[in-house]
């Protein structure tokens, strides 16, 4: 399995202002996604990263919002712009792991924006 | 991706067998079936996934129709532990370097094991 680190933990941020999650994992992988979890909601895709290209978000996510870096095949940023309550959630980073066809999951970020 | 339906929710006694269904009634013939759960306030857990035959590991068995119509995922000894969400998903097998292979994440089944 592949071990996920997601920092922060849990922020608490103001309106209007932009939080950087990062993710890092502790070996080499192509695919990483980032996921949001509303509250008392499943999860939801918000964009597919892999390194060396454009990160392909889903529908109703784009890019101003939620900017995503993927700097390396160990690391990947994912920035929530201007923020307002609504984006109150956990943000969660996975990865497709070593073993093919099993993605892995960091323990996510608890966002609340006042 | 194709859809899942699951119980909103069930109940296991503790030491029992716990029995989750899953019908996937429009699966196509190279989808898997994967089991996730999320305990509270933490990230998903792969459990188990397959494509048409019976899989077993140290968590958990994956049941599959012949028909691939349905599955069950069998945890055979609940624990207070095993109280959680779980996720029934189909998805295509990943490709490298492609968006294939993304999770697609239902409601779940909250599964409550009761001492």
């Known amino acids: 399995s592949a071990v996920i680190s997601q920092k922060p933990s849990r922020d608490i941020c103001q309106r209007g202002t932009s939080l950087t999650i990062q993710c890092q994992v502790d070996?080499?992988?192509?695919?990483m996604f980032w996921y949001r979890q509303q509250p008392g909601q499943s999860l939801t895709l918000i964009a597919t990263?892999?390194?060396?290209?454009?990160?392909?978000?889903e529908s109703g996510f784009v890019i101003d919002k939620f900017p995503i870096s993927r700097p390396n095949l160990t690391f990947s940023t994912l920035t929530v712009s201007n923020m307002s309550p609504e984006d109150s959630s956990i943000y969660l980073c996975?990865?497709?792991?070593?073993?093919?066809?099993?993605?892995?999951f960091g323990a996510g970020t608890r966002l609340s924006v006042l | 991706d194709a859809k899942t339906t699951q119980p909103t929710s069930m109940d296991c006694a503790e030491g029992r067998a716990a029995n989750l269904p899953c019908n996937h009634s429009?699966?196509?013939?190279?989808?898997?079936v994967y089991w996730y759960r999320q305990i509270h306030s933490q990230g998903p857990q792969y459990i188990i996934h397959?494509?048409?035959n019976n899989e077993t590991n140290e968590m958990a068995s994956l049941i599959i129709t012949e028909d691939r119509k349905s599955s069950t995922l069998i945890l055979p000894h609940a624990t207070l532990r095993d109280t959680a969400v779980y996720y029934c998903?189909?998805?295509?097998?990943?490709?490298?370097?492609?968006?294939?292979?993304?999770?697609?994440f239902g409601r779940g089944t909250q599964l409550t094991v009761w001492p």
């Open positions: 998903i189909v998805r295509l097998p990943a490709d490298r370097g492609s968006t294939l292979g993304r999770l697609y």
């Open positions: 429009t699966i196509s013939g190279n989808e898997y």
């Open positions: 990263a892999n390194q060396g290209s454009e990160a392909t978000y």
């Open positions: 996975s990865v497709e792991g070593r073993a093919k066809n099993i993605q892995y």
């Open positions: 070996s080499q992988v192509t695919m």
């Open positions: 397959g494509l048409k």
